[in-house]
């Protein structure tokens, strides 16, 4: 139904901005002085991430399957299989700095004076980084694939 589609393809896209939000919220914040206020922001804003990436797995399936394409569309597509497989690579990156951000959060409010060590922050950023660098590429194979290559 053109209208489930229209709704769907809305939400889509709302959510992979609002993904999109997150990360480079953390790729800023991560640079900044990281106060214990910065540290409390960069834990909120990462619990977003989660959430947000399992709204748009369920509004991406609810594409695949009451798209206007039909699901075979997709499913016998590489570049979406590729596009799948870079999404599932952000979001395993992403578990580090997660874990990172809720220790270091946690350490924060303990004892204000404290300071994530150099190397985990290095690791951290690095994370980020890629991850971002990958995000980018995840519209690229989704215009691609919209468009029939793939198939
Ligand atoms: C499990 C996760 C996801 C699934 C199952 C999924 C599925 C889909 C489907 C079925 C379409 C419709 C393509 C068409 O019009 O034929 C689409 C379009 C699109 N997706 Fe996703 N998607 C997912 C995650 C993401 C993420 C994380 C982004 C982040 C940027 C994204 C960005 C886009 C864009 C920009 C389009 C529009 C492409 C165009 O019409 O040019 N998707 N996606």
Do not use: C
Request: glycine share 8%; aromatic share 14%.
């Amino acid at each position: 139904m053109e209208t489930t589609d229209l709704v769907l393809t809305i939400l889509h896209h709302l959510l992979a901005f609002s993904l999109a939000g997150v990360i480079a919220a953390e790729f800023v914040l991560i640079r900044n002085e990281l106060t214990p206020g910065t540290l409390r922001r960069l834990a909120r804003v990462d619990r977003h991430y989660g959430m947000l990436a399992v709204l748009i797995i369920l509004v991406g399936i609810g594409r695949v399957f009451h798209g206007l394409k039909g699901w075979e569309f997709y499913v016998y597509n590489w570049v979406f299989w590729v596009k799948m497989a870079i999404f599932a690579t952000v979001g395993l990156l992403s578990i580090v700095p997660t874990i990172r951000f809720i220790s270091w959060n946690r350490q924060a409010t303990a004892s204000p004076a404290f300071q994530p060590p150099g190397h985990e922050l290095a690791s951290v950023r690095r994370y980020i980084w890629l991850e971002a660098l990958l995000f980018l590429a995840i519209p690229a194979f989704a215009a691609a694939m919209a468009r029939g290559y793939g198939l």
